[in-house]
């Protein structure tokens, strides 16, 4: 076997993973584009996806007489193996239920919040204090966002934003505008995409979710 077809039979093994790794990209918040971080989260992703589904055959094997059987240590332990597709296109299916709930796992913080539930740390999970604030609540905000170099004042839900501080794109809805140095409202607009250099906006938050998830208000 040449590298060429070793590297397209690892590729199909590890197609599982793959397709978990693209699943779980597309549902969380913050994104992390480099290839060395895909390439490792999928080869870990496509683990988990086999062990999943070997522990799903012992289960069906233990309460029934099917006999399914496993053929991903093989590849482990074999050289030159055959590939059983029925397998890879089965995992890969699994795959892409591992990927939702690796998801929801991240989207939800839960490794932070087992962390902190036994005090092992009292960081956030988010990558700034940007998308810390903007994730804590799922409902949005409402603001008051005080645009200094241009003199305006926005008033209005956020909706969505940038995923990092250093994009520092926010759109939002049911809009006011006012002048900033004299409060005089100058038009009212259904949404409003905004993105200016950091140092020239104040965002000022009416209320702020909790650390349950919910709303505090000010």
């Known amino acids: ?34 290839v060395g971080y895909f390439l490792l989260h999928s080869f870990v992703l496509g683990f988990v996806c086999y062990a999943c589904y070997w522990l799903l055959v012992t289960v069906i094997n233990y309460f029934s007489s099917l006999g399914l059987n496993i053929y991903f240590v093989d590849y482990v332990n074999s050289k030159g193996c055959s590939l059983h597709y ?39 999970s988010e990558p ?29 839900w956020i909706r969505a934003f940038s995923d990092t501080f250093l994009e520092n794109e926010l759109f939002l809805t049911n809009v006011k505008v006012y002048k900033n140095s004299s409060g005089q409202f100058l038009y009212d607009v259904p949404g409003l995409y905004l993105t200016r250099d950091s140092s020239s906006l104040t965002i000022e938050f009416t209320s702020l979710g909790n650390q349950n998830g ?5």
Request: overall charge negative; charged content about 15%; glycine content about 8%.
């Open 1 to 34: 076997m040449n590298i060429n077809e070793l590297a397209l039979q690892v590729a199909i093994i590890f197609l599982p993973g793959i397709i978990a790794r693209i699943v779980t990209g597309k549902l969380i918040f913050y994104k992390q584009n480099s």
């Open 86 to 124: 029925g397998e890879i296109a089965s995992v890969s299916f699994l795959s892409i239920i591992v990927g939702a709930i690796c998801a929801t796992a991240i989207n939800k913080k839960a490794l932070t919040r087992v962390g902190q539930l036994f005090g092992i740390t009292t960081q956030f």
């Open 128 to 156: 700034d204090v940007w998308s810390y604030v903007l994730n804590s609540n799922p409902n949005g905000h409402w603001v008051v966002i005080r645009d200094i170099m241009d003199d305006l004042m926005y008033e209005g």
């Open 214 to 218: 919910g709303v505090e208000n000010d």
